[in-house]
């Protein structure tokens, strides 16, 4: 099979081109729900290419509970310099798992942590904090507590009434579609593979994304939403002195208020096969398939040697 | 002493007196979440007529927690600044100096700043900005100006 099996290890690198143009031209809806799950399948494969990997590798050490078929010649000669191979993943193997661990365990003692921070309040959808510092989140609901959307005074301070409808619409936006499901998932994938980080990215931006679109068709204004997300990213600014280092192109929230003051992106849109973009997303589409599919291939191909090669 | 001595195990509210010391901590198994009891004991200092001792509020609350418990409980409260404290006699007399929703928005405070993972989870309204980005949006919001001066949005 030779180099074949390492494939799902490198192939998310395909799935890049595909980030940039569902970015560029999904609704934020289609192209979160479309990057999470070529995300999810991609780090499947590359996880189970890992865990076969290690299997082969290590079949023929001494003490191994493995079945002793799987340590035959023909087993082995599947991959390419078999027993360093099969150490490094389970090294790599173990990497990955302790980062999902820390990953799913950070998720939940956050969204414990914050809904505990908000006990004795009364029990309604928009907690209103009395603190300087401006922020709003959506906070997911926790074991039986409702999701809830949490603003401080400092944040409302800066926003007219207007700008106030927006930015709880927007939040309610997040806990209403379960954006943090996406965000979770994404982040486990990128765990699993790093080079799967620019999928986790490009899903994080369409979540807010989709949120801003249905925070506009709340109000019925993309030009209030714009203003809101502008004036609450300056207020936001300004309270935190240590910003992101700058990167080559925009933040993603100037790109977001670019957004709202151009037209609504259609409900359902892929550029026209015609055009140069139509073009590049058919061919970006077709590669993305085609590395999950050969992914798929050679996940399958080393899970049935294996199967044929276990002592019944 | 003999006074301590004499209102140990009194059932009756007194303020400004402290009572109760020696009462076990009660034998109830299910356990309250930090934060639900500070809100708790806030809620029971902001509902007293005046300044009370712990042992009040260990009344008010029907007995359900240790002295310990409150005292230790109003004291954390007290560092955070929700509540003051003023002495009175050989007790300490507690008033809530904050609501439950400053006390809510402290411990949040503590949750965002301490937690690396928040924005994992929590989906944020906005993000950071580089020093580009603000000036890049600050052209974009005057151009949000002048777009609803110019004409009906939309």
Request: aromatic share 4%; charged share 20%; glycine share 8%.
């Amino acid at each position: 099979m030779g180099v074949f099996v390492f494939l799902p290890l490198v192939l998310p690198v395909t799935a890049w081109p595909i980030v940039r143009l569902a970015e560029q031209h999904l609704h934020p809806r289609g192209a979160a729900r479309l990057l999470t799950v070529v995300g999810g399948l991609l780090a499947v494969c590359s996880t189970l290419c890992l865990v076969l990997l290690m299997v082969v590798g290590t079949a023929q050490l001494p003490g191994n509970p493995l079945p002793d078929g799987w340590s035959d010649p023909e087993v082995r000669a599947a991959v390419p310099h078999e027993k360093y191979v099969g150490e490094v993943s389970i090294g790599a193997l173990l990497a990955v798992l302790v980062a999902w661990s820390l990953a799913v365990a950070g998720h939940f003692r956050v969204r414990r942590r914050a809904h505990r921070s908000l006990a004795g309040l009364p029990d309604a959808e928009l907690a209103v904090l009395p603190d300087a510092a401006p922020y709003a989140y959506a906070l997911p609901g926790d074991s039986g507590r409702r999701g809830r959307v949490v603003v401080s005074t400092a944040m409302l301070d800066h926003l007219d009434a207007d700008e106030r409808r927006v930015l709880i619409a927007h939040e309610q936006a997040h806990l209403a579609a379960r954006h943090h499901r996406f965000l979770l998932l994404t982040r486990l994938a990128a765990r699993a593979n790093p080079l799967l980080s620019p999928l986790r990215n490009a899903v994080t931006y369409s979540a807010e994304r989709w949120a801003d679109e249905e925070a506009a068709r709340e109000v019925g204004s993309r030009r209030t939403v714009a203003r809101a997300v502008a004036k609450a990213a300056l207020v936001t600014r300004r309270a935190h002195a240590s910003a992101p280092p700058a990167f080559a192109e925009p933040g993603p929230v100037p790109r977001r208020v670019a957004a709202l003051l151009a037209p609504e992106p259609p409900a359902r849109s892929w550029p026209p096969t015609g055009t140069a973009a139509g073009l590049a997303a058919w061919v970006a589409a077709a590669g993305t398939a085609a590395s999950a599919l050969s992914a798929l291939i050679a996940a399958a191909a080393l899970t049935a040697i294996l199967i044929a090669a276990t002592p019944l | 002493m003999g006074r301590r001595k004499d209102e140990t195990g009194g059932a009756a509210v007194t303020q400004g007196r402290k009572h109760g010391r020696q009462s076990p901590s009660p034998p109830h198994g299910h356990r309250r979440a930090q934060g639900e009891l500070e809100a708790l004991i806030l809620s029971a200092l902001r509902e007293a007529p005046a300044p009370v001792t712990a042992g009040w509020v260990q009344e008010h609350l029907g007995m359900e927690f240790a002295y310990t418990t409150v005292m230790t409980i109003l004291t954390r409260l007290h560092t955070k600044g929700v509540v003051s404290r003023e002495r009175d006699g050989r007790a300490f007399a507690w008033r809530a100096t904050s609501d439950e929703a400053g006390l809510a928005a402290l411990r949040m405070r503590r949750v965002l700043d301490s937690e690396s993972d928040r924005g994992a989870v929590l989906a944020r309204f906005v993000t950071g900005l580089s020093s580009d980005d603000e000036l890049l949006l600050r052209g974009l919001l005057r151009e949000t100006a002048e777009g609803s001066a110019e004409g009906p949005e939309e």
